[in-house]
């Protein structure tokens, strides 16, 4: 059975324009899958529709053999978004307890699962703090541990580190990395850096823009588990250069695919 | 957005100054300003009934207290019910247009001329309707006036939440009613306490306003215009210091209450950190 | 296997009927149904006898044709129509509304640039303006247009300072606010160019400023109006909408609809207000419409 079942999947908004176009992709449980592609072909349009936060226009979504929406009602995936989404009138450990409260987990129950979550991403001490009170680096590890507090199988993850600056986001990578391989759970991660979907992923689909489809898949063979020295091995060079071309012979305008260069300075 | 007066915005506050230091300006002003008063009406013959000195309303004030304080409290509990009755309901109607969403579509409109109409010129009618020496008079016209800017805010906040937050909720399969008691509400808790502060105001000026239309004399309002009608300004002063000392301490309860209930938003950042 | 329909568009033919048309249609709309409630309950109660929360009759609740009808009636026999005197009315308490939006205005806006420079005198003042405004201003109105009457001040002048002083406090806030709302980038490109505090006041906090201030004097139209209505009602001061609220109330009991009639002229001058600052705003601010304050 597949984590993620995609087939024929197209979606038209109202204004006639085609975000996808006739995607079909598998998905095997404990995979981690980066979609990268330019702006507008709509890879973060399909990572809602496996969510089922978003319709398909055609086609069928599976999520662990169950039709997304079903899918969705049982709780079998975590999200986490580019901005954190954290709520502000909640604590830290709050926020990560939210989903717990929503599956009416008892308070005993809830509380030791926040504990081991804050362990897991490493924010034990932080518990009572307030959202706004911490680095943005430390948000994305809060909405990462609420995305995984109540042990779903698959990880949904929409540019969760865009907004970060270049360290942050290695160092988060390889947090996300451990935190995988120590759920064994599945990722299907939405990004725009090459270096991160090679980085990351076991395979990359590559997405064209306009209408959006798989233009190609890439198996990243890698060696586990990845530290700091894989992004120096001149097989990952190899592979970056793989995806890049892949991306430029789906017709993506070179320096689209890379983030815009917009890393806050500090005042 | 509102009538009459605004919210004093959070940042406002912040440019006050917080330190005790920073208050020193506030009250070398403060004792200027009651100095040149005094010193100017002194000065120039200022006949007492323009403008008495601060030094005579003071002792008109505590000479009066006890009737001053019962007059006050008189007005205070019919601004009180009018605050009551239009708050809670400018929040239902709020949370009713925000659960159904073409409803606010097709009342907002009306909603934006009501506020833009002078709502207080149908005090004289609240005085008919139910009878003028009846407190509800008083109260159903501070409840109107409280009423718009209490509504407008609240459903301001109730719909002004980021389409991310309930799309999260959305993952989770939360029903309607989940995403309103965790998101919508507490999101709009800073707008509906912005229309409360709003609201105390209104209230007072819609009871103080509704009695010059007329009331029974055991009301400030009465005794106020009465006072002025037959030039007795010193003790029309006095009372419109009693109505103030209300008003800010009215206004003031309510500021508590929000910064105890919203002290997580970040702009209560500066009692949080250091 | 779940086969997922074809999602039907969520804009259906409402999406397709032109805006325009269902905006326009609403104000006759809203008024029909504003015109039924209001027949609708006057029926029901007095059929129904109904004493709460008021007693329905047609003192308390005239037909809206009445009230219509009371514009065209005249005062006196054969004296002019009651609109031609809510018409002069209306002028002269648009006048000391005006007069008082206007110096209230100039004077909030002077005020808010001069403390968005000086630190000590923010600090010094800001705390009185705040509070003020947990006062009830209108309390004072009587006393200030009374006072001032006995000097001999024009009692019209009396009014309009009244109006002047409710239009003020939303002017300097909001302008205060505006004047603060430029990045510090936006001020360090500003000094790049060796732009000193009077241009950068003229050529990035002012401008800055004006959505800030549209807001509030958006707010302050109707306040002014408010505050030359209410100004009025103590002062006896003949030839006001405030002067007939208090004169038309005298009669209710006998002639309702004349008081209604007032009120709908004061409704009026108010919505009146409100749109012409919308349209100045139109016309100053090119750009979006932002929703500040």
């Known amino acids: 059975m597949n984590a993620v079942s995609l087939k024929g999947v197209s979606k038209q908004f109202n204004a006639g324009v085609t975000a996808l176009d006739g995607i079909d992709l598998d998905v095997e ?63 830290v450990a709050k926020n990560i307890s939210l989903p717990l409260e929503l599956l009416r987990w008892s308070r005993t129950r809830r509380n030791a699962r926040v504990k081991d979550m804050m362990e897991l991403v490493e924010l034990t001490g932080f518990e009572s703090h307030h959202p706004w009170q911490l680095s943005g680096g430390m948000q994305q590890r809060v909405s990462i541990a609420r995305a995984l507090s109540f042990s779903p199988t698959l990880l949904l993850m929409d540019e969760p580190f865009g907004a970060l600056d270049e360290m942050t986001r290695e160092r988060l990578n390889s947090e996300l990395l451990r ?14 850096s090459i270096p991160e979907a090679v980085f990351l992923s076991t395979r990359v689909v590559v997405m064209s823009a306009r209408p959006g489809r798989v233009a190609g898949l890439v198996d990243v063979d890698l060696p586990q588990p990845r530290t700091s020295a894989t992004r120096e091995e001149p097989r990952f060079f190899e592979l970056v250069t793989r995806v890049r071309e892949q991306l430029a012979a789906a017709g993506a305008p070179l320096g689209e695919t890379q983030e815009p260069a917009l890393v806050e300075e500090p005042l | 957005m509102s009538t009459i007066v605004q ?113 207080i010129a149908f005090a004289p009618i609240m005085n008919n309707w139910f009878g003028l020496l009846n407190p509800f008079s008083k109260m159903a ?112 309860v309510v500021a508590l209450a929000e910064r105890l209930t919203t002290s997580w938003h970040p702009s209560a950042r500066a009692f949080h950190t250091e | 296997m779940s086969a997922i329909a074809v999602e039907p568009s969520r804009r259906g033919i409402v999406g397709a009927l032109p805006r325009a048309a269902a905006r326009a249609l609403l104000l006759p709309l809203g008024l029909a149904a504003l015109w039924g409630l209001w027949e609708g309950y006057r029926w029901l109660g007095i059929r129904g006898h109904w004493t709460w929360p008021f007693k329905v009759n047609d003192t308390n609740m005239p037909h809206l044709s009445k009230i219509w009808h009371a514009f065209g009636q005249p005062l006196q026999p054969d004296g002019p129509p009651l609109r031609h005197y809510l018409w002069h009315y209306a002028l002269f308490t648009g006048k000391e509304a005006l007069a008082g939006f206007a110096l209230g205005a100039v004077i909030g806006f002077l005020l808010a640039v001069v403390l968005a420079h000086s630190t000590l005198l923010r600090r010094g003042l800001l705390p009185y303006i705040v509070v003020s405004q947990t006062v009830p201003i209108l309390a004072i109105a009587p006393m200030v247009v009374l006072g001032l009457g006995t000097k001999g001040v024009n009692p019209w002048v009396a009014v309009a300072v009244i109006a002047a002083y409710l239009t003020f406090f939303p002017v300097a806030i909001n302008t205060l606010r505006g004047l603060h709302s430029p990045e510090p980038r936006a001020l360090e490109l500003m000094r790049s160019y060796a732009a000193g505090r009077w241009k950068i006041l003229w050529r990035l906090r002012v401008p800055a400023s004006l959505p800030y201030v549209f807001s509030a004097l958006k707010i302050s139209a109707t306040a002014s109006v ?68």
């Open chain 1, 29 to 91: 449980p404990g995979e981690f899958v980066s979609l990268i592609g330019p702006s507008g072909c709509g890879k973060s349009t399909l990572l809602r529709i496996i969510g089922d936060l978003t319709k398909p226009t055609a086609g069928t979504v599976q999520v662990n053999g169950k039709p997304a929406e079903r899918a969705r009602r049982d709780h079998e995936y975590g999200i986490v978004f580019q901005d954190a989404v954290l709520y502000d009138w909640r604590t």
């Open chain 1, 179 to 192: 935190i995988w391989q120590e759920t064994s759970s599945t990722v299907v991660f939405v990004t725009h």
């Open chain 2, 7 to 119: 919210p004093v915005p959070r940042s406002v506050g912040r440019q006050i100054g917080r330190t005790a230091l920073d208050w020193i300006p506030a009250v070398a002003v403060f004792a200027i300003g009651i100095g040149a008063w005094q010193g100017i009406v002194v000065a120039f013959h200022i006949q007492e009934f323009l403008l008495p000195k601060p030094t005579a309303i003071g002792h008109a004030f505590w000479t009066q207290k006890s009737v001053l304080w019962s007059q006050g409290i008189y007005t205070f509990k019919e601004a009180l019910g009018g605050y009551a009755l239009g708050s809670g309901l400018g929040i239902l109607v709020a949370l009713l247009f925000a659960a159904w969403r073409p409803l606010a579509g097709a009342f907002m409109p009306y909603a934006v001329a009501a506020n833009a109409i002078p709502i």
């Open chain 2, 141 to 252: 016209i501070a409840g109107v006036l409280c009423f718009f800017p209490v509504m407008i805010n609240t459903l301001r906040g109730l719909t002004s939440v980021h389409p991310s937050s309930i799309e999260l909720m959305q993952s989770y399969a939360a029903g309607r009613l989940s995403v309103f008691r965790r998101v919508r509400i507490p999101n709009a808790l800073p707008h509906i306490f912005t229309g409360l502060k709003v609201a105390t105001v209104l209230s007072m000026i819609g009871a103080i306003v509704g009695e010059y239309f007329g009331g029974p004399i055991e009301a400030l309002g009465v005794k106020i215009l009465n006072d002025s009608s037959y030039g007795n300004f010193t003790d029309a002063w006095a009372g419109i210091v009693m109505a103030s000392l209300l008003g800010i301490v009215f206004y003031a």
């Open chain 3, 226 to 293: 408010i505050g030359a209505i209410i100004g009025e009602t103590p002062a006896s001061l003949q030839g006001g909408l405030g002067y007939a609220i208090v004169n038309f109330n005298q009669y209710y009991s006998t002639q309702p609809a004349n008081l209604w009639a007032t009120i709908i002229a004061c409704a009026l001058l108010g919505i009146t207000f409100f749109l012409a600052v919308v349209l100045l705003e139109r016309l100053v601010l090119k750009r979006a419409p932002e929703h500040v304050a």
